[in-house]
Structure formats: C-alpha cells, structure tokens
C-alpha cells in the first residue's frame, strides 16, 4: 500500500527537548553529548571529509540520547504513578522526530494522561501523548498508524488515527487518501474502520 506523505508537523515542545536532554545526561541515562568544540568547528571546514565526520558524530550522540530516552519510557510506562513522566518522555521522542520509536508509540497509542485537578477538557493530543509524538515525526508515522486502526474498532483508536493523518496531511488530503484507501480494502471490516477514521479526520475539533 504505497502512498506519498507530507512532513510532520511542528512541535510545541521543541523548546524543552535540548534541557531535558541535558538534565537525562546529568541523570546519566542518555548518550554524553558531544564534548567540546571542536566537532562544531568542523561542522564548517572546507574539507568535505571533515564536515561529513562532524556531522556523523553529531547524529551519532542524538541517536544514542533518543534510544535511551525511548528505553526509560518502555520501562515506566506500566507504573501508573510515573504516567506524567512518561508523556513528557513521548513528547521528547516526537520532538527528537524519532522514527525508531514509531513502533513504540503506536503500541502505546491510546496511553492516556489525565489530569484529575484541572476542569478543563483535555484535547486528543493533550490525554494520548504518542498521537502528538506521531503527529510530530510525520510520515513514518502514517502507515503503522493506520495498519493499527484497520485492526480494530476501538473508537478512541480510530480518532486518534484522524487526528494523526490530519495533522500531518491537512484534513483534506488525509480524507481524500483515506477514502480511496477504504474504496480499494477487500475486507467490509476493514472497509468500514478506514471510513471511520476517514470520517473523523472531518468531525475532530
């Protein structure tokens, strides 16, 4: 099932993602982050081989922080008392655009987060974390998300998929390839889950 996808969206929690990842450095569960200046001044040698060099090592530490940020939350995630860690831990994954932790997050898909001393209505991305974590990785994420929704009938399942593929397509490119997705499904469940979802990518607030 071959489709084209947009970027994702931007992140609102991008601004957190460099002191939280420092604070998990001094905590010593992330990667140490890359010492000194020099892999900095590299970045704008004239030599190519340099740049590329500094550029490796750079993206080398930022995998080793995303992997272990994405073991803390596998690992706090059963313990309900830690459940505002591990949305904060999400939310990082999605700032860091961690497409390794797309399975993660669409096991954990509707993991919710409420928040018992406010009166406010929480929003879909605010009580399920990952869907703004996919939202904001973008297109790795739409597949696996949908391979999800076409598996199950759980409703809140089928609006987090909308709000995931809107998000990251735009409502109307989203129901449009949704649609044709449900025309073509063999399987009338199957069929009908996608329409579900289709139809909420329209009604979602």
Request: glycine residues 6%.
């Amino acid at each position: 099932m071959a489709r084209r996808m947009s970027p994702g969206t931007s992140s609102k929690y991008g601004a957190i993602a460099g002191g939280f990842l420092l604070a998990c450095a001094m905590a010593g569960f992330c990667a140490a982050p890359t010492k000194g200046k020099k892999v900095w001044n590299d970045l704008t040698s004239e030599a190519p081989e340099t740049r590329k060099a500094a550029a490796a090592e750079i993206l080398a530490n930022r995998r080793g922080e995303s992997a272990k940020i994405l073991e803390l939350a596998e690992k706090l995630i059963p313990v309900e008392t830690r459940n505002g860690t591990v949305k904060d831990l999400i939310l990082l994954l999605g700032s860091l655009r961690d497409a390794e932790a797309v399975p993660f997050l669409v096991r954990n898909l509707t993991f919710s987060v409420f928040y018992r001393e406010t009166k406010r209505p929480q929003t879909i991305e605010d009580q399920l974390p990952a869907v703004k974590a996919l939202a904001d990785i973008g297109s790795p994420s739409l597949e696996p998300v949908l391979a999800r929704a076409e598996s199950e009938d759980e409703e809140m399942t089928h609006r987090a998929a909308a709000w995931i593929w809107r998000s990251v397509l735009g409502s109307e490119r989203a129901g449009m390839v949704l649609e044709e997705e449900a025309k073509r499904a063999a399987d009338p469940a199957v069929k009908q889950r996608l329409r579900a979802v289709s139809g909420f990518v329209k009604t979602l607030p």
